[in-house]
């Protein structure tokens, strides 16, 4: 079963528009993390941010924003006017205490951003 | 602070053929982890290491794939012999301890094209 779930395959948007990544979990641990991150034309993931289970206060840094719903099962992204740099593709990734708390990550398919200019 | 090294960048074999990746992790750093991204998909773990020994090894295609982290430092990942379906982007990465809080830096990848 897939325990990561990114429904948006690919996003185009013009230049300073807002765009929103969905991320839906499933998971049966109550400790866990999630996390984002960037995966640019060069290749490697860059880490965006690491969240707890037990710590659902939305967070912002800079452009970007993070909502997440524990009764819904989501950590959303948000990008506040986009810029062409944004483009990348973008992954929603969980560790469970379940796994073994080794720092497995279980990825989601991935969300391919396009902002156009 | 250097990152994560990976070589080579690029290869092309063919079916049936043998292939090794290298990784050299962040400095001090005691996990090591190898990820496979197919097109189109998200990286899946296929193996991990604390220090040189092996942590988790269960999606690991133990018939063609093996690797190993000599020292706890550099690991290598060999696929003997290749199949088409082995076509994907394999990514190292390291951290301080491997841990579920703990973030994962990444290398730039080597991109594995089998035909």
């Known amino acids: 079963a897939q325990k990561v779930t990114q429904a948006q395959t690919e996003i185009s948007v013009v230049e300073k528009e807002d765009v929103t990544l969905d991320c839906v979990y499933e998971?049966?641990?109550?400790?866990?993390?999630l996390f984002w991150y960037k995966q640019p034309p060069s290749g490697e993931l860059v880490f965006l941010i690491r969240r707890n289970s037990f710590d659902e206060q939305n967070e912002i840094s800079g452009r970007y924003s993070w909502n997440f719903q524990k009764s819904t099962s989501s950590f959303n992204f948000t990008i506040t006017a986009s810029q062409v740099v944004d483009s990348a593709v973008y992954f929603c990734a969980l560790s469970e205490e379940g796994s073994g708390n080794t720092g497995k990550l279980i990825f989601g398919q991935g969300t391919t951003l396009q902002v156009k200019p | 602070e250097a990152g994560v090294a990976q070589s080579p960048r690029y290869k092309i074999i063919e079916k049936r053929q043998s292939v090794a990746f290298w990784c050299n992790p962040i400095s001090g750093h005691a996990t090591l982890y190898w990820y496979q991204q197919i097109l189109g998909q998200g990286p899946k773990l296929l193996i991990q290491f604390q220090n040189n020994g092996v942590v988790d090894d269960s999606q690991l295609p133990k018939d063609r794939f093996s690797a190993e982290r000599l020292k706890g430092v550099d690991s290598t990942l060999k696929i003997q012999p290749a199949k088409l379906e082995d076509s994907a982007v394999y990514l190292c990465?390291?951290?301080?301890?491997?841990?579920?809080?703990?973030?994962?830096?990444f290398g730039q990848g080597t991109r594995l094209t089998v035909v």
């Open positions: 990465a390291s951290s301080l301890v491997g841990q579920m809080n703990t973030e994962a830096f």
């Open positions: 998971t049966r641990d109550t400790t866990y993390y």
